[in-house]
Nanobody, 111 residues
Framework: VQVVESGGGLVQPGGSLRLSCAASGFTFSSYAMSWYRQAPGKERELVARTNRFGGSTYYTDPVKGRFTISRDNTKNTVYLQMNSLKFEDTAVYYC?????WGQGTQVTVAS
């Protein structure tokens, strides 16, 4: 199983980023997919989750209305569109599926 995130970077407050997570080694459409994040000195927290076909999603309250999780089962990829980014969104963002974690991608929001 491989889980590989990409798309992180440095962005100004109010900006946008789209994270991607490409997974392989299992039947992608059989599993819910999740994004977590971990800020310095804090515990890892669930940010968003989508069910197997993308028809049901969950968001933690701080990102509701700003982040959108989606998936493309034909590409074995899940996305996290992040808009109106805030300083407090700075963290390493991880993709999680079927008890596997990606290596994480750094998102830094700074002016």
């Amino acid at each position: 199983v491989q889980v590989v995130e990409s798309g992180g970077g440095l962005v100004q407050p109010g900006g946008s980023l789209r994270l991607s997570c490409a997974a392989s080694g299992f039947t992608f459409s059989s599993y819910a997919m999740s994004w977590y994040r971990q800020a310095p000195g804090k515990e890892r927290e669930l940010v968003a989750r989508t069910n197997r076909f993308g028809g049901s999603t969950y968001y933690t309250d701080p990102v509701k209305g700003r982040f959108t999780i989606s998936r493309d089962n034909t590409k074995n990829t899940v996305y996290l569109q992040m808009n109106s980014l805030k300083f407090e969104d700075t963290a390493v963002y991880y993709c999680y599926v079927a008890n596997y974690w990606g290596q994480g991608t750094q998102v830094t929001v700074a002016s």
